[in-house]
C-alpha cells in the first residue's frame, strides 16, 4: 500500500538548512496497525504528514497503491487524500459554527456536494455519541471531539487512517476508549497509522516504529496482519475533479452562516457596498425624475419647432437705426406658407410686462400675443373654457386666457371664466384657463396672460409689427432644409443686400435646443451616479480587506477542509461566494433604501424622482460585479495555501 525509500526532508531557517528527515524508507502493508514513536524533533509528525499527503518530501521516492505521489499536483492529491485517506488531528480541527454531524460530513461537501445526515448520524452512533449529534464544539468535552474527528475520517470510507497524538489531550479513561475505538477500525481492516510519543499506546499497535533525529531507529512487530480492505479500482485522480452544483449550493450555505455568525463584521463589510448602491439609486433617481421634469417643460415649447426673429443689419458699415430696422409683420404668414411647402403652420409672437386687476386685486404679470395656432403648436389647450378663435383675432377681440398662477393671484378659488379684467386699464373677457406649466429656465409659465395678437398689436402694445414667428415644420428631418428656405424667402421679401444676409434674420431651432438640454441633463445624471459609484469601489476595497482578515483568522480551517479533500477551486470557490454574498445583501439593502429615500424627498420636498428598473438592475449588478472581483485576490490567496502550513498556522 506505501512504500517509501529514501524520503529526506529539510527546512530552511535564516542562512541554515535544518534536516528534518535523513534518508528514511519503509513500507506499510494494507491492514497494519503502525505506531510511529520518538521524542520531540525526532521527525515523527513530518513523517506522517508526508506519507498522509499533506507534506511533500525534499527528495525520494513515495508510492501509494503503486502510484508515485511525487508526480501528482495540489487538486490529485487533494482528491486521493479523500478517497483514501481519514485524519485524526491531536487538536481536533472542528469547525465552532456548525454542529456536531455537519462536522462529521464535512468531506462529503467535496465528494457528494453536500452534508448528509443519515451517514454522520450512523458514524456518530459508532463512536458513542449520537445524543449529541446537534451540538456545537463549545458543547463538546475533549474526548467527544476527538470521537467526532473520528466519525468524520471514516465518512469517505477511507482504507488509511493517520492518527496524530489522538490521545494527547484526553485523560487516561478516555485514551483508552479512543484506542479501542481505533483497534476495532483495524479489526475492520482498516490500516491505522498513530503518532505518539506514549510506550504504553504505541504497545497498542501491531507494528512500532522508533525514530530519533531523523533516522529509523527501530521497527518491531508485536501482532500480525489480520485482514485489510480491498485496495479502489486503479483510475487517475483527475477524474472526479468538477464542482458539483449542489456544492457550489453549500458554499453558498456556508458563507451566508459565516456571515450570520459575524453580524457587525459583516454589516460592516457590506456597508460601502450598501450606501454606494443606495447612492447610485437615488442619483439615478434624482437624475431621471429631473429629465423627465425637462423633457416635459420641453414639450410645453412644441415639437419641430423654429423660432423667427430680426437680427442687425449694417448698411455702409454703420448700424442702422433701431427705427429703420427689419420688422416682421402678420403678412409673412401668409408669405411662408405659400412659399414653403414643408411648414405645417405658424404663430405671431409679440410679449410685454402689464398690470392686470380685477377689483381690488392687481398683479403685475407677463402679456403674450399671439396667433390661435400658438394652441396646438405649443400644447396650451385651456383645461377650463377655451382659446380664442381666428375671428375674434381678426376683430380684434378683447378676450384672454389665463396661466394658473395668474387666475389664482386674481381670483383665489372663484371661477374666473366669464369675468372682467383690466390689462393696462383695458377691459378684457376671461375666457380660458391654461393648463398648468411650471417653470422654463428663469419664465413662470403659469404666471402670464395669452391674448390675440391683432388685439395685442394694435389695442394693447400700440404696435405695427410682431418681435418673432413661431413656424411648425411637417417632419423633423425637414427641419434644416427648412430653414434655410426661409432665410432665403425672407431675405427676397425684405430685399436684404447678399452682403447682409447673413446678419438679417435669425433662426432658433427649437428641436436642438430640446435636444442639449436632454442631452446635458443625460450627462449631469450620469455625473452624479459616477460619483456615487465611487462609493461603491471603496466599498469593494472594505470588503478586501475583511475578506482578508478573515482568511488570516480561518487558515486553520483552510488546512482542514484541504486535508480532508478540498481541491484548491473548492476553497477559491467557498471565499469567492462569500465575498458575493456579502455584496449581494449588502446591494439589495441598498436599493430597498435607496429607493426609500427618493420616495421620501419626493414626498417631502417635491422633487421629481423616477426610479427605473434599468437603474436598479444597473446598480445590483455592479455591486455583485464589484463583490466578485475584489474577493477574488484573497480568495485566491486562501487557495494556495498549503496543506501542513494552514493547518500549523496560529
Known sequence: MIKIKNITKSFTMGDNEIQILKGISLSIEPGDYVAIMGPSGSGKS???????????????????????????????????????????????????????????????????????????????????????????????????????????????????????????????????????ILRELNNQGITIIIVTHEDDIAR????????????????????????????????????NTALHPKEIIEHFIQGYRTLIANKVRSLLSMLGILIGVAAVVAMLALGSGAQKSIEEQLSSMGSNLLVLRTGNVRVGGVMQESGSRIRLSIDDIDILKKSIPEIQDISASSSSRGQVTFQNKNWNTSIAAVSPSYEKMRSVSPDFGRFFTEAE?????????????????????????????????????????????????????DDRIIIPVQTGMYRLFGKDYVESLDIQVKNKEQLSSTEEKIIQVMNKRYKVPLSQSEDAFRIFNMAELQSAISESSKTISTLLAAIAAISLVVGGIGIMN?????????????????????????????????????????????????????????????????????????????????????????????????????????
Open 393 to 445: 383675432g381678426q376683430k380684434r377681440s378683447l378676450v384672454a386666457v389665463l396661466g394658473r398662477r395668474v387666475a389664482k393671484e386674481l381670483f383665489a378659488d372663484q371661477n374666473p371664466i366669464g369675468q372682467f379684467i383690466k390689462i393696462n386699464r383695458v377691459n378684457f373677457t376671461v375666457i380660458g384657463l391654461l393648463p398648468v406649466k411650471g417653470t422654463s429656465g428663469p419664465q413662470d409659465m
Open 204 to 239: 497498542e499497535a501491531n507494528r512500532l516504529i522508533k525514530l530519533r533525529d531523523g533516522v529509523i531507529q527501530s521497527d518491531e512487530r508485536f501482532k500480525p496482519i489480520q485482514q485489510s480492505l480491498p485496495l479502489k479500482a486503479s483510475g487517475h485522480p483527475l477524474a
Open 46 to 180: 513530518t513523517l506522517m504528514n508526508i506519507l498522509g499527503l499533506l507534506d511533500v518530501p525534499t527528495s525520494g521516492s513515495y508510492q501509494l497503491n503503486n502510484e508515485e505521489v511525487a508526480k501528482l499536483n495540489e487538486d490529485q492529491l487533494a482528491i486521493l487524500r479523500r478517497n483514501e485517506i481519514g485524519f485524526i488531528f491531536q487538536q481536533f480541527n472542528l469547525l465552532p459554527r456548525i454542529e456536531a454531524w455537519q462536522n462529521v460530513s464535512l468531506p462529503l461537501i467535496y465528494t457528494e456536494g453536500k452534508y448528509n445526515f443519515t451517514k454522520a448520524e450512523s458514524l456518530l452512533e459508532q463512536v458513542g455519541l449520537k445524543e449529541r449529534i446537534h451540538h456545537k464544539t463549545n458543547e463538546l468535552s475533549g474526548g467527544q471531539q476527538q470521537r467526532i474527528a473520528i466519525a468524520r475520517s471514516l465518512i469517505n470510507n477511507p482504507k488509511i487512517i493517520f492518527a496524530d497524538e489522538p490521545t494527547g489531550n484526553l485523560d487516561t479513561k478516555t485514551s483508552h476508549e479512543i484506542m479501542q
Open 546 to 650: 475583511i475578506m482578508l482578515v478573515s482568511v488570516t483568522e480561518r487558515t486553520r480551517e483552510i488546512g482542514l477542509r484541504k486535508s480532508v479533500g478540498a481541491k484548491t477551486n473548492d476553497i477559491l470557490l467557498q471565499f469567492l461566494t462569500e465575498s458575493v454574498l456579502v455584496s449581494f445583501i449588502g446591494g439589495f439593502l441598498g436599493i430597498v433604501i435607496g429607493w426609500s429615500t427618493t420616495s421620501i424627498l419626493s414626498l417631502i420636498l417635491g422633487w421629481s424622482t423616477s426610479v427605473s428598473p434599468q437603474s436598479v438592475v444597473i446598480s445590483f449588478g455592479f455591486s455583485v460585479l464589484i463583490g466578485l472581483i475584489f474577493g477574488i485576490y484573497p480568495a485566491h490567496k486562501a487557495s494556495q495555501l498549503h496543506p501542513i502550513v494552514a493547518l500549523r498556522h496560529e
